[in-house]
């Protein structure tokens, strides 16, 4: 039996569109936390086109995150990668998967405040490894123990990630269900808005 994909919106993602309007969705968070994967569901969901930041660094530079952190260093990248976001931003809306340290840098996160709703995806960190250490181009865990190292990037930047505009938590759930709490929390967070400006 073959299943035919609907092209009708859930009564979710209408409601979520309706909010949302010309603005995008930007997932921000560690690596691991499903920003790519959740991102690329909701975007589907909302008919709306999605970016992985990290690809279209790769696709404007020929080159992969890893060669570009050996070639250039990690401050060179973090100038890229807020030049790409602002552009990506210019114009909505659109669903948007940002690198673990887009929203860590000054420039970057402004450009994302700036440039549509920002949600965090945070993720303890047994989820986080469980989700990682399978692959190693993840050029920031490439030390002699990448666990502790995942560990204090958590620490150092989880405080900077609680500025994003909506928290969802990424665990071992199926990710249509996280889909659906992104949704429901840009609603609430948009709702809330709404009703202080009244």
Do not use: C
């Amino acid at each position: 039996m073959t299943h035919s994909i609907s092209l009708v919106a859930s009564p979710l993602a209408e409601r979520t569109r309706a909010v949302l309007k010309r603005r995008n969705l930007i997932f921000v968070g560690l690596m691991g936390a499903g920003k790519s994967a959740i991102g690329r569901l909701v975007a589907n969901q909302l008919g709306l086109p999605f970016v992985d930041t990290d690809n279209e660094i790769e696709r404007v530079s020929r080159m992969t995150i890893s060669e570009l952190f050996a070639t250039y260093g990690e401050a060179e990248f973090r100038a890229l990668e807020t030049r790409v976001i602002r552009r990506l931003l210019r114009s909505g809306p659109k669903v948007v998967s940002t690198g673990g340290g887009a929203f860590i840098n000054d420039k970057t996160r402004r450009q994302i405040e700036r440039g549509g709703i920002s949600v965090w995806l945070k993720a303890d960190l047994d989820v986080l490894w469980e989700r990682v250490n399978k692959r190693d181009h993840r050029p920031l865990l490439k030390t002699e123990n990448p666990k502790l190292t995942l560990e204090n990037l958590m620490n150092e930047r989880y405080p900077i990630y609680q500025r994003a505009n909506v928290t969802v938590i990424s665990r071992d759930e199926r990710k249509d269900i996280i889909a659906a709490e992104v949704m429901e929390a840009v609603i609430a967070h948009l709702s809330q808005g709404r009703k202080n400006h009244e």
